[in-house]
């Protein structure tokens, strides 16, 4: 196991909030550090550009604050989220920042730069990778990552097509860094599965936009609340690149979710102003573990619940 000394002590369970579009803010990545799980959220979710200065400075001054005030607590540190892409003119600015704040951990998505690497590097923070193949994960090794984020089959938002028995197994074969699994992560004894997986840390997003925190609307929470694995399309039609939504936002769209014509990956463009509307605001993304998630909860009393799960599931291991 390689989970980063900087990590070690401060967590409650192992498991990282992971980013999401839209619905990550300060208010849901705070509320998952201070219940002991990393917290982060896109960098693109604070707009303007300016104002991820100001998130950045109220997560860090209400981490800190809550850390004085509960000692005996695990507080964990946060994560932002960056869109390595061409397309995203935010990029430099939005790296700018996070080493200016020196942001703990940075979790890159679609190309490693060894840029940003040195850079966080630099003042002794943390960069993991989400990669859906070996192919990839060996280009974020060659780029000096600290994690590689192995996004499976049935994750949210841009899921790989990948089983975890296989993936995680590959990753560990050639990387000493920390893993992180990605792909249906609702509850405690998930988290168990993926250490005995050979995970360091496990990664959960769509169970968390059911939280009183998320900055989802009430309707996609309700549906996710709704859903069942079914219920999730794999396509690539919203952004160019295969992603997991509600089939039920599909169908509000207009749209025929059974028959959907396939997407041009050329026609990922994170610099226009609507591609929140287009797949993400409207078309909500979601993973296969919506079926396990029957309420909204605060996101500390989820947590709590996911530690209990936890170590439940670790006793009876143990006793068996």
């Known amino acids: 196991m390689a989970l980063p000394k900087s990590l070690a002590g401060r967590l409650r369970i192992p498991l990282i909030g992971a980013p999401m579009f839209i619905v990550s803010g300060p208010e849901l990545v705070i509320a998952q550090c201070q219940a002991g799980i990393v917290g982060s959220f896109p960098a693109l979710n604070a707009r303007p550009q300016s104002a991820l200065g100001e998130w950045l400075k109220r997560i860090k001054d209400e981490l800190g604050e809550y850390e004085e005030a509960h000692p005996d607590e695990p507080v964990a540190p946060y994560a932002v989220n960056q869109i390595a892409h061409a397309s995203n ?20 998505s679609l190309r490693p730069p060894e840029e940003i690497v040195t850079a966080v590097h630099s ?3 943390l960069v993991f990778h989400d990669v859906i193949s070996l192919r990839h994960a060996r280009k974020a090794m060659e780029q000096g990552v600290d994690g590689i984020i192995a996004v499976c089959a049935g994750a949210g938002g841009h899921a790989g097509p990948l089983n975890p028995f296989a993936f995680i197994k590959e990753i560990r074969r050639e990387f000493d860094g920390a893993v992180i699994l990605s792909g249906c992560i609702t509850s405690g004894s998930d988290v168990v599965a993926a250490l005995a997986l050979g995970a360091d840390l496990a990664y959960s ?68 102003s609507d591609i929140s509307a287009k797949a993400w605001k409207d078309i909500w993304g979601a993973g296969q573990g919506v079926g396990n998630i029957d309420e909204i909860l605060p996101a500390r009393e989820l947590v709590l619940r996911m ?14």
């Open 89 to 108: 003119p935010r990029l430099f600015d939005d790296v700018e920042t996070c080493v200016k704040h020196e942001v703990p951990i940075i979790i890159t």
């Open 123 to 125: 003042y002794g923070g």
């Open 205 to 272: 997003g769509t169970r968390f936009i059911a939280t009183q925190e998320a900055r989802a609307v009430p309707s996609y929470k309700e549906m996710v609340v709704d859903s069942k694995a079914d219920d999730i399309v794999y396509t690539s039609l919203f952004t160019g690149v295969h992603g997991s939504y509600l089939k039920g936002s599909i169908a509000n769209a207009g749209m025929d979710p059974d028959n959907l014509p396939e997407g041009d990956k050329h026609d990922m463009d994170f610099g226009k």
């Open 307 to 320: 530690e209990r799960e936890f170590r439940e599931t670790l006793a009876g291991l143990n006793a068996a």
